[in-house]
């Protein structure tokens, strides 16, 4: 069973603030990523990551960045929280470097911006 | 238009029905199709995963996909209620990172 680790679980945060949604994983996986989830909308894009020192935006225009400085730890971070980030961030990795497999999922933070 | 169309539902069974759950998809390159369980307030969970065409069976669930019509199916048999969650297709071709997403399709079974 995938390990996928993600927190804060519900966060409230007035606009402007800077705020890093932690990730976490114990499989090893080298490919790690970041989707945001709105109601009755597909999985959007946001970042993905081949391994380490290895970042890419995704297809969703974000005014997030990313980091991978180890294997296990993918955080992502929100210079100035705008109401239009609030959302379901998730967070996944998949196993296979070399392939298509399938993604994990963490259980997603929760971010309200008001 | 959209690469993967999913109908969102929701779809109200009674406990024991066979529930058909549907993804279309306009790409005849994807390769991996995958279905995943969400529960309100978690994390999607994978519950299959097929390459190619054919069918695929895990316990209550069997997951087919004909890439003629370019269509992909997942059946639950005798559903229960512990069953109704919001159900996602997933899709992606072979060297890519992308992994296509359908909108979802919640779920209710009945007691």
């Known amino acids: 069973e995938a390990d996928i680790y993600q927190t804060p679980r519900y966060l409230v945060i007035g606009t402007g603030k800077k705020i890093t949604l932690e990730c976490s994983q114990t499989?090893?996986?080298?490919?790690m990523y970041w989707y945001q989830q709105d109601p009755g909308m597909e999985l959007h894009l946001i970042h993905y990551?081949?391994?380490?020192?290895?970042?890419e935006k995704g297809d969703l225009s974000s005014e997030s960045t990313v980091s991978r400085i180890r294997t296990e730890h993918f955080p992502l971070t929100l210079e100035s929280a705008r109401p239009s980030h609030t959302s379901q961030y998730l967070c996944?990795?998949?196993?296979?470097?070399?392939?298509?497999?399938?993604?994990?999922f963490g259980n997603g933070t929760r971010l309200t911006v008001t | 238009q959209k690469e993967v169309e999913q109908d969102p539902g929701p779809l109200s069974v009674p406990e024991g029905a066979i529930v058909s759950l549907n993804c279309t998809y306009s790409?005849?390159?994807?390769?991996?199709f995958m279905w995943y369980r969400q529960y309100s307030r978690k994390g999607p969970e994978l519950l299959m995963y097929?390459?190619?065409?054919g069918n695929k069976e895990d316990g209550r669930f069997t997951a087919q996909v004909d890439k003629s019509s370019k269509y992909i199916s997942l059946f639950i048999r005798d559903s229960q209620p512990s069953d109704s969650a919001t159900y996602l297709c997933?899709?992606?071709?072979?060297?890519?990172?992308?992994?296509?997403f359908g909108t979802g399709t919640r779920l209710k079974v009945l007691a």
């Open positions: 996944a990795s998949s196993e296979n470097p070399n392939r298509v497999s399938p993604l994990h």
């Open positions: 499989m090893g996986h080298d490919k």
């Open positions: 990551s081949y391994g380490v020192n290895s970042t």
């Open positions: 790409n005849s390159a994807f390769q991996y």
């Open positions: 097929t390459y190619s065409s």
């Open positions: 997933a899709m992606s071709a072979r060297g890519t990172y992308k992994y296509i």
